[in-house]
């Protein structure tokens, strides 16, 4: 167990449809990372917070946004849903902003849009 | 740009064969940062190994092994007498905190290895 929880665990819906990601990170950590994960792109970064900011953004959709509350959970919110946004969505975290501190991943959350 | 290249997307052993997963990567930087990730068929990322561009040793962990050699830019990963609970896909990544500010890992595209018994 990672110390990095993700909610819910699988989600599905229809395209049209918008739904939530939530990421609560490893106590302590201030950093937070959302990932996608899909068969014909592989693992890619989508959005980094740290300390409730938002600091690099990645290959995020638009139609995507995401914010980190002031107790450090994270969520994503996707929109206008395509099937081809159909993915496991992975959250990390880190104990700071340093390329050092290896990110430790939540279980992911499971998307299929039908 | 930084690129990671798995060139093996798959690979079948049978038990307590010694297999090595190639990882090579690509960046502009002298200063970057190395990852294994490891995914079983559970789904979870595990963290396997991180190591730093200016640290060449080799590393052993059990039955685990890393060669990072900056000449070839590889960080190729060894697993020795393989077993079944070693199954999973296997994720070989990059850090480069001074492409774009960010410390987010760029992935390689995985490799599945399936230890048969």
């Known amino acids: 167990d990672s110390g990095v929880t993700q909610t819910p665990k699988h989600l599905i819906t229809a395209t049209g449809q918008r739904v939530t990601l939530r990421c609560s990170p490893r106590?302590?950590?201030?950093?937070v990372y959302w990932y996608q994960q899909s068969l014909d792109q592989g693992l890619q970064f989508l959005i980094q917070?740290?300390?409730?900011?938002?600091?690099a953004k990645g290959n995020i959709l638009e139609r995507f946004s995401a914010q980190q509350f002031p107790d450090l959970h994270s969520e994503l919110n996707l929109s206008s849903l395509e099937l081809g946004d159909s993915a496991l969505y992975f959250c990390?975290?880190?104990?700071?902003?340093?390329?050092?501190?290896?990110?430790?991943f939540g279980p992911g959350t499971r998307l299929t849009v039908l | 740009a930084q690129k990671v290249t798995q060139a093996q997307t798959e690979i079948s052993v049978v038990e307590k064969e010694d297999v090595t997963l190639d990882c090579v990567y690509e960046?502009?930087?002298?200063?970057?940062?190395l990852f294994w990730y490891k995914q079983p068929p559970s789904g979870e990322l595990v963290f396997l190994i991180r190591?730093?561009?200016?640290?060449?040793q080799n590393e052993i962990s059990g039955r685990y092994s890393w060669n990072f050699q900056k000449s070839t830019s590889s960080f190729n990963f060894t697993i020795t007498a393989s077993q079944v609970v070693d199954s999973a896909v296997y994720f070989c990544?990059?850090?480069?905190?001074?492409?774009?500010?960010?410390?987010?890992?760029?992935f390689g595209k995985g490799m599945k290895l399936t230890v048969n018994p």
């Open positions: 990390a975290s880190s104990v700071q902003v340093s390329s050092y501190n290896e990110q430790f």
């Open positions: 990544a990059l850090s480069d905190p001074t492409q774009g500010g960010s410390e987010k890992l760029v």
């Open positions: 190591r730093n561009s200016f640290d060449e």
């Open positions: 960046t502009r930087d002298t200063t970057y940062y």
């Open positions: 917070y740290y300390n409730g900011e938002e600091r």
């Open positions: 106590s302590g950590d201030l950093s």
